[in-house]
Structure formats: C-alpha cells, structure tokens
C-alpha cells in the first residue's frame, strides 16, 4: 500500500532555533502533501497545503514565514518551523494523495513530535 | 459551515461486545466521508472511506460504517471489539482538504 514516510519521528529544540521535519511518499508522486498539527488530546488542525513547484496555500491563522513549507520534488514536501517557541510544541503530521483523484484516499505519516525547551 | 462532530469524547467497552462511534457532519455538498485510527504517538490510518453508492461501507480490521443522509450520519461500528482496537478514532469529511472531528477515545477492558 501507499506509505508515507516522516522524519524526524520526535525532536527536542531550543528556543529560538528552527526545525526542519520531512515528509515523504516512498512509492507514489504526490502534487499535492497536507501539513496538520495536532495539540495533545485534540484533533487534527490543518495548517497548509503544499503544492510540488509552487507557493504553499496556508489556512487562516497560520503564519507563513513561521512555517515554511517547500515542496520541491514529487515524493517530498519539508516544513520548517522557524525560530521554534515552546508555544509552537505539538505533533505534526503529513498527509499525500496518490493521484489528484478524490477517490485517492490520503495517507498520513507517522508524525513528528516537536518540542521547544 | 463546514464541520464534523463526534459526540462521545471517550468511550469504554468490553472486549467482545459490539461498537458504535457515532459522528454528524456538516457539509454543503455530496460529503467524502472517512474514518481513520490513531493509536498514541502515531499517525492517522484509513479504516474507511465512503464516497458515494451503497451506504454501507465495509473497511479493515472488522469495521463497517453507514452513511444515513437524512440524518447526516456516519457511524463507525464494530460487532466484537477486540483489546487491540483500542486508540483514538477520528471522523473525517472533505474531499481535497479534510476536516477532523475532535476525535473519540476508545478504551477496551478485557
């Protein structure tokens, strides 16, 4: 089946310092990668699509030069959250779809647990 | 608006009995409709997905969800729950982008 790779799995970052989490699909293109951050014990919240040779769309609220997202390739979309704060500790998570096809389900990563000291 | 709700944030059960998670949507269109497993520390994984056809849709693990347009449903159900199946269930409808429910907690007691 699809698989969707992330890493870092889990990371620990000082304050100030910026992050760089990768997600990749291992045996399909992807145009299109989801970013969603989940807060403990919530759901998951969108944060931005990325879209392969073009500017990120970002949701309402989700500051753009905080968290850059790069999508450089077919098979690899990066987020990077820059000069993390301990507000900015959570759990992220990628999705890709197979094709640009509804009918394609999305695939989730395992997620990167990030946390800011 | 668009939004999903799951009205049981934590559920327990005794492993063998039967299951139902409940979740209602709200959409403007024809919903794409998905259930997804998230047990601690990991991603999300697809149980099920409706899309359009018959109703009730049949996914991995023993599940089986129906989707009842009048009353914009779309429970999640199980007829013996095993220890394994405990995790966070997630409600999901959309179609490029997806929009979660708050999610419920499964709890299983052996």
């Known amino acids: 089946g699809a698989v969707v790779s992330q890493h870092p799995s889990w990371v620990i970052c000082k304050s100030g310092t910026s992050v760089k989490i990768e997600c990749r699909s291992l045996?399909?293109?992807?145009?299109?990668m989801f970013w969603y951050r989940q807060f403990p014990k919530q759901s998951l919240m969108l944060m931005a699509t990325?879209?392969?040779?073009?500017?990120?769309?970002?949701e309402q609220g989700v500051e753009k030069d905080k968290f850059l997202i790069n999508h450089a390739s077919l098979t690899l979309s990066t987020l990077t959250v820059t000069s993390a704060h301990p507000e900015d500790s959570s759990f992220y998570i990628c999705?890709?779809?197979?094709?640009?096809?509804?009918?394609?389900?999305?695939?989730f990563g395992n997620g990167t647990r990030l946390t800011v000291t | 608006a668009q939004s999903v709700t799951q009205p049981d944030i934590h559920i327990t059960v005794s492993e063998g009995a039967s299951l139902e998670l409940r979740c209602n949507y709200s959409?403007?269109?024809?919903?794409?409709l998905f259930w997804y497993v998230q047990s601690p520390g990991q991603g999300l994984q697809l149980l099920l997905k409706?899309?359009?056809?018959?109703?009730l849709v049949q996914g991995i693990k023993g599940f089986e969800a129906e989707f009842k347009r009048s009353q914009s449903s779309f429970n999640l159900r199980k007829p013996s729950v095993h220890w394994s199946d405990a995790a966070e269930y997630f409600c999901?409808?959309?179609?490029?982008?997806?929009?979660f429910g708050t999610g419920t907690r499964l709890q299983v007691f052996p």
């Open positions: 959409y403007g269109a024809t919903p794409y």
């Open positions: 045996d399909f293109q992807a145009t299109t």
């Open positions: 999705s890709a779809r197979k094709m640009e096809n509804y009918n394609s389900p999305l695939h």
């Open positions: 990325s879209n392969e040779g073009s500017k990120a769309t970002y």
């Open positions: 409706y899309f359009s056809g018959d109703t």
């Open positions: 999901a409808v959309g179609a490029d982008k997806l929009i």
